[in-house]
């Protein structure tokens, strides 16, 4: 057991060193009643083949994940998700897309990528999240994925060993984080920012 442990403390940092180091974009903070409201684009998500693959008439996802971190640190203070099931209507000329139970038709794809892809005043967290953390710096990051594999689906691709190997846990963590990937990923993150006083 006290092999592993330096391990999991070394992943554990290199996570939080490699979140903070993301790069910066073009990411707007607006504070409402306590929580921040985030606008940001993750359309350059969508590159040639993801638009073909989005053009083709079967259903394809786009997930978006802002997650809200203190600086220097991957400790997680809220996190907000949505995702947008496309499907291209062939026989209307159009794209359907759900978010959740809601369901909206688009004329071009490029409508179907400003409303999924383009962020605009998303709230992420509640007033409790940043309540006692106030004038504390913290900044956002941002996970896009074009058709991601979901948790159950990645459980059942790699099930977890059975041996008592202390080693084993961890190569069965990096091997599905990297099977387990989604077709096309972009990250990234906004400026450090300071909790409202």
């Not at 809200?68 to 794209?95: I, K, P």
């Amino acid at each position: 057991m006290r092999y592993w442990i330096p391990a999991l403390i070394w992943l554990v940092a290199a996570a939080a060193y490699a979140q903070s180091h993301l790069p910066i974009r073009d990411f707007q903070v607006e504070w409402d009643r306590g929580s921040p409201k985030v606008s940001f684009s993750a359309k350059d998500l969508a590159n040639e083949e993801v638009r073909r693959e989005l053009s083709s008439g079967l259903r394809k996802r786009l997930l978006v994940r802002v997650s809200a971190h203190f600086r220097s640190s991957n400790r997680r203070l809220a996190v907000r998700q949505f995702s947008c099931d496309v499907t291209r209507d062939l026989w209307e000329d159009g794209y359907v897309v759900r978010i959740g139970k809601q369901a909206q038709r688009f004329k071009t794809l490029g409508e179907v990528l400003n409303h999924c892809l383009a962020v605009k005043g998303l709230f992420v967290g509640e007033p409790k999240s940043y309540e006692q953390n106030k004038g504390r710096e913290i900044y956002f990051s941002v996970r896009a994925e074009f058709n991601p594999i979901s948790k159950a689906q990645c459980q059942e691709l790699i099930r977890p060993s059975s041996s008592d190997d202390p080693v084993g846990p961890i190569t069965i963590s990096i091997v599905r984080r990297q099977i387990c990937q989604a077709e096309q990923t972009l990250e990234f993150r906004s400026k450090f920012v300071q909790v409202p006083e």
